[in-house]
């Protein structure tokens, strides 16, 4: 086995820059260098969103590997893990184990992590919604971080994986970058054709379906009737683009809404905000939340998997249930006419996040795990060699015995 510091190679195949991805540099930055070498393997389109917040010490090596039948692909990756001599292979999302998972285990590496970062709900029929391949891959798979509870509950007993191979650890964020006092941009506000005085609803967000924004326009539109001057400010980019701005003039709300792609300046636009919207179908933990809180900015959120652990209804924010165009509205409406709750809210949001969700917990948390599971995989590649080592005595001293009855037989004829 390598000594220290132990290479740990962090795999995506995700050609897109999300929570999951912002997880991934989370760990690259902080990881102990004294105990950890981290280095990156994704896809080319995904090295070129990260490679300007990737630490000068991390290497990334592009690598397009989708699916294990990916032969090349998969031996490239293998190359990669012998050439680093890696020690971890943490893959990120079920697809990017799939294909990771087994190629580490054939490898022999020492340990194999995954951390699946949210509920598939997407997955239904036979084989998808059976899990099958997912505790196929899981012989494979040494050790599961779990986002959140409702994350660990969900790979228990969802998709049945071994209890004792799942581990909560919660996301976190750089907290230290988002100040409630933090004011926004001169001029952005009207850069965006909003006026100073516009209650302002920032979501921020992936425009894909799980992120649930079909929902947010429905219920927009029922706001501007209570609220004529709200304006909602899309951020993020996505495969929905083109589709949610025609929503938006199918509704007519098309003045007070805009798309501003993807920003790295996240503290900026939650700055700007009045409130927050995730309105999401699925999640596992979601950043947002967390930055909003850290950031004193109140949240409406759907109540699903561990959006709950960040946002508590009536107490650090406002749940509603997923879909729920009525409810929704009705949510965003209540905190925009009433500022003192809010305002108590976000204050209580904040204090919770900064109890709970640092990236200090996170990584002290993962560094753990690392560490006991490179303990864990010593120790039995100890009992391995020494099981072999015991095989071999037997296997010889059978072969020395059977030599001198040999022997013995010739020499009393």
Not at 6 to 13: G, K, M, Y
Not at 275 to 292: H, K, M, N, R, Y
Not at 360 to 388: F, P, V
Request: hydrophobic share 40%; charged share 25%; glycine share 6%.
């Amino acid at each position: 086995m390598n000594g220290i510091p132990i290479a740990v190679l962090h795999f995506t195949n995700s050609v897109v820059r999300g929570g999951a991805e912002e997880h991934i540099l989370t760990l690259l930055r902080n990881l102990d260098r004294k105990i950890f070498r981290p280095l990156l393997v994704c896809p080319p389109e995904c090295a070129e969103k990260l490679r300007p917040d990737l630490p000068g010490d991390v290497p990334l090596e592009r690598l397009q590997y989708q699916w294990p039948y990916q032969v090349r692909n998969a031996l490239h990756l293998a190359g990669i893990l012998r050439d680093y001599r890696v020690g971890i292979l943490h893959s990120h999302l079920f697809a990017s184990s799939l294909a990771a998972s087994p190629i580490g285990w054939l490898s022999r590496v020492p340990v194999i992590l995954e951390t699946p970062h949210l509920r598939e709900a997407w997955r239904h029929g036979l084989i998808k919604g059976s899990y099958v391949i997912d505790r196929a891959v899981g012989t494979c798979v040494d050790h599961y971080v779990a986002v959140s509870d409702a994350n660990a509950r969900y790979l228990i007993e969802e998709k049945k994986l071994p209890a004792k191979k799942v581990h909560v650890i919660r996301n976190g964020c750089d907290l230290r970058k988002f100040d409630p006092e933090r004011q926004a941009p001169r001029g952005l506000k009207m850069s965006l054709g909003f006026s100073e005085d516009d209650p302002v609803v920032v979501v921020l967000a992936r425009l894909e379906p799980q992120k649930g924004h079909r929902f947010l326009l429905q219920a927009h539109a029922r706001v501007l009737r209570e609220v004529p001057a709200v304006r909602l400010v899309c951020v993020g980019a996505g495969a929905l683009d083109q589709e949610l701005q025609g929503q938006c003039h199918q509704l007519q709300i098309q003045d007070s809404v805009r798309f501003v792609g993807y920003q790295s300046n996240v503290a900026d636009w939650l700055a700007l905000a009045d409130i927050t919207v995730l309105p999401s179908l699925f999640e596992g933990l979601p950043l947002v939340a967390i930055e909003s809180l850290a950031a004193q900015r109140c949240v409406v959120a759907t109540a699903v998997d561990g959006t709950t652990e960040v946002v508590i209804n009536e107490r650090t924010g406002l749940t509603v249930p997923p879909g729920s165009v009525q409810e929704l509205a009705e949510a965003i409406v209540r905190l925009l006419r009433q500022a003192e709750l809010r305002h108590r809210l976000a204050r209580a949001g904040r204090r919770w996040v900064l109890d709970h969700f640092s990236d200090e917990q996170q990584i002290r948390k993962t560094e753990e795990l690392y560490l006991r599971a490179w303990d864990m995989s010593s120790h039995q590649m100890k009992r391995n060699r020494l099981a072999g080592a015991a095989k071999r005595f037997v296997r010889d001293r059978d072969h020395v015995t059977r030599a001198e009855q040999s022997v013995g037989a010739q020499e009393s004829r």
